[in-house]
């Protein structure tokens, strides 16, 4: 009897497959709570962390002669911030939500091309070596 109520329980009713639709739980209970609108700020808020992700990746590099613990500190700063929102997207995506993986697909693409496009353009100008 206990295994019914269970089953019927809508946080236990987690998804094992791919699927579309609103109807998710990602990051949060209750979140987007079956509402289109809040179904659509979770994709963006994914979209945007793995944004985010991509872009703490290339860290800009240390000037000469910095203080080797403080520049370890400024490093192990972007790599905290890096990390969680990685981890943040993975777990979101294991939502099996369809919407949300393909945003999580397409803001780290976004976020790569973004920060290969300032590498590049840097060394075209000279900036970098």
């Avoid at 659509?40 to 985010?52: G, T």
């Avoid at 203080?67 to 995506?93: C, D």
């Amino acid at each position: 009897m206990e295994n019914m109520a269970m089953n019927n329980d809508d946080s236990m009713n987690m998804k094992q497959s791919f699927y579309w639709g609103k109807d998710a739980i990602i990051l949060f209970p209750n979140w987007p709570n079956h509402s289109v609108g809040m179904y659509i700020l979770a994709v963006f808020v994914v979209f945007l962390l793995a944004i985010l992700c991509e872009l703490l990746s290339n860290q800009p590099p240390l000037k000469r002669g910095t203080n080797p613990v403080h520049g370890s500190i400024y490093k192990a700063g972007f790599y905290f911030f890096r990390i969680g929102f990685t981890y943040l997207v993975m777990l979101a995506v294991m939502s099996f939500n369809v919407g949300i993986f393909i945003a999580a697909i397409v803001g780290h693409t976004l976020g790569f091309f973004i920060s290969k496009y300032r590498d590049i353009d840097q060394q075209a100008k000279g900036l970098i070596n």
